[in-house]
C-alpha cells in the first residue's frame, strides 16, 4: 500500500499563474477530500468526491479554485488565476468510510504564490 | 459546523497527563482524532462511532459522548514523542469530515 500520493511537494508560482495539484488515492478507497491547511484558518475542507462524483463543493473559495476526479485513481485541485493568498498546504485524503473508517492523508503540497 | 478544540495549546513534562476536548454544535455520526508534527501529514489515531464508546492505544484513548456531541482524548504519562498539534473530525453523516482548530501539545523533558 503506497497511501496517498500527491505531486508536486512544493511549488513557487507567481501571481496570476495557473496550479494544478495532482492526487492519487489508495487503491479501492471510494472517497477522495482536499483540505488546505493555514495557520489562520486551520484545516478547511474545500471539496470531498464520492466514487468521482462531487458532493459536497461548499468549501471551495471561489471560482478560481476548481477540483476534478475524471476516475477512481486521480483527482486535482486547479486554482486558475493564482494569488497570494492562496499560499498554503494543500492536502488530498482518501477513504472507503465504511464502519467509519478514517482519513489517509498524501503528504501535501506547500504552494507559495508571489 | 466545524467542532471547537479546547485548550488551544498545553505544555507538559515527561510522564505528565493531557486532555483535550472537542465539541460540535451538531449531533455526530463519529468521531476521529489525528496528531500532526511539523512538515507533515495529520496522522490518524482513533474513531469513536458510538455514544459513550471508549477506545484506547497504548498510553491514548479517547471517549465520545454522543447524547453532549462531545469527545475527549486523554494522553497518559506523556513521552516526548507526543509533542505535535491534536486534530478532531467530526462527521455529521458518512461522507463530510470537519476538523477543528488543533491543539498544539508540547512534551518537554
Known amino acids: 500500500d503506497a497511501g496517498v500520493i500527491q505531486s508536486p511537494r512544493h511549488e513557487v508560482t507567481e501571481m496570476g499563474q495557473e496550479v494544478t495539484l495532482r492526487c492519487k488515492p489508495i487503491s479501492g478507497h471510494d472517497y477522495l477530500f482536499w483540505y488546505r491547511q493555514t495557520m489562520m484558518r486551520g484545516l478547511e475542507l474545500l471539496i470531498y468526491?464520492?466514487?468521482?462524483?462531487?458532493?459536497?463543493d461548499s468549501g471551495m473559495p471561489e471560482d478560481r479554485f476548481s477540483a476534478k476526479m475524471p476516475n477512481a485513481s486521480f483527482s486535482t485541485l486547479k486554482i486558475q488565476p493564482s494569488e497570494p493568498r492562496d499560499s498554503a498546504v494543500y492536502f488530498c485524503a482518501s477513504s472507503t468510510r465504511r464502519g467509519g473508517s478514517p482519513l489517509h492523508f498524501g503528504n501535501g503540497t506547500r504552494l507559495t504564490v508571489t | 459546523q466545524q467542532p471547537v478544540q479546547s485548550p488551544q495549546a498545553v505544555i507538559l513534562r515527561e510522564g505528565e497527563d493531557a486532555v483535550i476536548n472537542c465539541s460540535s454544535s451538531k449531533a455526530l455520526y463519529s468521531v476521529h482524532w489525528y496528531r500532526q508534527k511539523h512538515g507533515e501529514a495529520p496522522v490518524f489515531l482513533m474513531i469513536?462511532?458510538?455514544?459513550?464508546e471508549q477506545k484506547g492505544h497504548e498510553k491514548i484513548s479517547a471517549s465520545f459522548n454522543e447524547k453532549k456531541q462531545q469527545s475527549s482524548l486523554y494522553l497518559t504519562a506523556s513521552q516526548l514523542s507526543y509533542s505535535g498539534t491534536y486534530f478532531c473530525?467530526?462527521?455529521?453523516?458518512?461522507?463530510?469530515?470537519?476538523f477543528g482548530d488543533g491543539t498544539t501539545l508540547t512534551v518537554k523533558p
Open positions: 469513536l462511532l458510538k455514544g459513550g
Open positions: 468526491f464520492n466514487n468521482n462524483v462531487p458532493i459536497d
Open positions: 473530525g467530526t462527521d455529521i453523516n458518512a461522507g463530510k469530515s470537519t
